[in-house]
């Protein structure tokens, strides 16, 4: 005991972002070019570095860091070709980082010539163990080392070109592990230095370079800088864009994940005051990763927040990120998994499908969005409803009518879902696998559509009698097939189901009656196919539902009776 050591909490009063709500977004910068890519086991090349690129701006991004010029040739030729081709939009503003020495700073500058906008990130640790055991400095010395680094870039700033605007962003390295006077101290020391104005506002980016401690605290330590900066820059002032100090410094986040919280942390960081977020696609980076962009931004879509980014087409986004990477999307992963708004219990698939019925029988396509299971609807990201209910042993009834029903256009009455919803779970059991929906629809024909033993048709022939005053107005003649023996019967009665059954009174086939039919046809014109269903009672107790298809509607009630008798023997 005694090795680890509870953070603590902040001494904040009167906190004020309990009681607020997210209701804009904040400005999205990706850094999956610079921070993600650093972290890949194989880094990207120049030529899927600017396909990534094109990838960041197709989603919407309008701030792009693009990486560290100064570190090595492929990224300054990179940083290089965005320019010399003119890949980057006059909107969009890239961002570079770099230490805080004047060699580097030299160097990037000479990368980012000619650029339209450029954020210029330096950064240094703050923290006291990084002071103690990294840089051996006083903290005194490290706020000279962040001033120096802002003189640097601001003597520099010539080599970037005359058409190129600077702006500033300065991080406090390990934020969420200093004590907060301390990094008031040093970010208000760096904004007196550089003298923002509101048409070029200075970004103090805060980050949680290793998170600390729990999603709430982290919260705290950015409202209490805040307050504390405002005190110390003597300004009183919040656009409605976040901007604090006369609209002249922007809150930046820059959430990691080490405590599986970034994304918590990222929005209680909005409420208590930041209007900007750094991270990356599925949150992609060091360690456990940064925080994941397209989580924060579809939690905000969900509760109506129109983002600005575009992830309409999650599907597309997953493959070129797996492309250019190489790394997974984890099935689970927000959104984006393969597996996220998929249903294997049998609960859950019974809910999603009763509420899909009753959202497709209102007729809204734009309705509030009520689906038990699903906090979104998956076509909004481009996902197919076909991919919500899947099959394992721990499915049910509603799983097997739902893929039967929207994959094949199978609509089972409602107690035979529960019959073929068993045959179904008792397939994948024996299979111990997930059945992909062809399968499903094998155990339905196999076991209702297809069954020839012990009754079979071999022949039938019906005769309509439109003149007739009575109501048996069809007649039946059949041969068929009983237990390896043939019989040719007929029988007579007001359709061709009741004929054919009636025939069968004189044939060993145990007596019956017809207690449920429905039908309802399956596909359009020429291609139209009819099925129906039959529930019999046999004399002796059993009671069996039928299935049968054909294109003719009377052929298919005759098909249900005879799978509703081979039943019997299942």
């Not at 509420?355 to 038990?372: C, I, K, L």
Request: with cysteine; glycine share 8%; proline share 5%.
């Amino acid at each position: 005991m005694g090795k680890y050591q509870p953070f603590g909490q902040i001494k904040l009063d009167a906190r004020s972002w309990p009681d607020n709500v997210i209701s804009r977004p904040p400005v999205w910068c990706s850094v999956d070019l610079r921070d993600g890519n650093q972290a890949l086991p194989v880094p990207m090349t120049v030529d899927q570095k600017l396909a990534y690129f094109d990838l960041l701006l197709k989603i919407g991004f309008k701030e792009i860091e693009i990486g560290f010029p100064a570190a090595n040739d492929t990224e300054f030729v990179f940083v290089r070709r965005l320019i010399d081709e003119k890949l980057i939009p006059e909107d969009v503003a890239v961002q570079v980082l770099c230490q805080a020495r004047e060699p580097l700073i030299q160097q990037t500058m000479k990368a980012v010539n000619g650029a339209s906008h450029v954020i210029f990130h330096i950064y240094n640790a703050v923290s006291d163990i990084q002071r103690e055991f990294t840089f051996g400095m006083t903290r005194k010395e490290l706020v000279e080392f962040a001033c120096n680094g802002v003189k640097f870039v601001k003597a520099n700033t010539g080599l970037a070109g005359d058409r190129t605007k600077i702006q500033l962003e300065y991080s406090p390295e390990e934020f969420s592990a200093t004590d907060g006077d301390f990094c008031v101290e040093i970010c208000h020391r760096v904004y007196e230095e550089w003298a923002p104005s509101a048409d070029n506002p200075l970004i103090i980016n805060l980050p949680a370079t290793v998170e600390t401690a729990s999603a709430n605290i982290f919260a705290d330590q950015v409202e209490y800088f805040i307050k504390h900066f405002e005190d110390a820059a003597g300004i009183h002032e919040r656009l409605p864009d976040g901007r604090i100090c006369g609209g002249k410094v922007l809150i930046s986040l820059h959430n990691h994940n080490d405590r599986g919280t970034g994304v918590a942390s990222a929005e209680l960081g909005l409420l208590a005051g930041a209007s900007r977020l750094e991270g990356t696609l599925f949150g992609n980076g060091e360690r456990t990763g940064n925080l994941d962009l397209i989580t924060v931004a579809m939690n905000m879509f969900t509760q109506g927040i129109e983002t600005g980014l575009d992830f309409s087409r999650i599907n597309d986004v997953c493959v070129q990120f797996s492309n250019l990477t190489g790394m997974s999307v984890p099935v689970r992963q927000p959104y984006g998994g393969a597996l996220v708004f998929t249903s294997f219990s049998g609960s859950h698939q019974d809910a999603i499908r009763k509420a899909f019925a009753a959202r497709a029988s209102a007729g809204d396509e734009n309705a509030r969005w009520r689906v038990p299971y699903l906090p979104l609807d998956p076509k909004d990201v481009g996902r197919e409803y076909e991919e919500i209910i899947r099959i394992n042993a721990q499915s049910g009834k509603g799983g097997a009518a739902w893929i039967l029903e929207n994959r094949f256009g199978v609509i089972l009455p409602k107690e035979m879902q529960i019959i073929v919803g068993k045959a179904v779970k008792l397939a994948a059991d024996k299979a111990h696998k997930e059945l992909l929906p062809d399968e499903v629809y094998k155990v339905f024909a196999d076991g209702w559509l297809n069954t020839t033993e012990p009754l079979s048709v071999l022949d039938i022939v019906e005769t309509h009698m439109d003149g007739s005053d009575t109501r048996d107005n069809v007649m039946c003649r059949t041969s068929i097939m009983w237990n390896g023996k043939q019989y040719s019967v007929g029988g007579r009665g007001n359709g061709p189901v009741a004929a054919f059954s009636q025939a069968l009174a004189y044939t060993p086939v145990p007596p019956f009656s017809v207690t449920d039919f429905h039908e309802h046809s399956i596909g359009s014109g020429s291609d139209t196919d009819a099925m129906a269903y039959v529930r019999i009672h046999f004399e002796n107790g059993g009671v069996h539902w039928g299935a049968g298809k054909s294109s003719n509607i009377g052929r298919a009630g005759i098909n249900a009776i005879v799978s509703a008798i081979n039943r019997l023997c299942v």
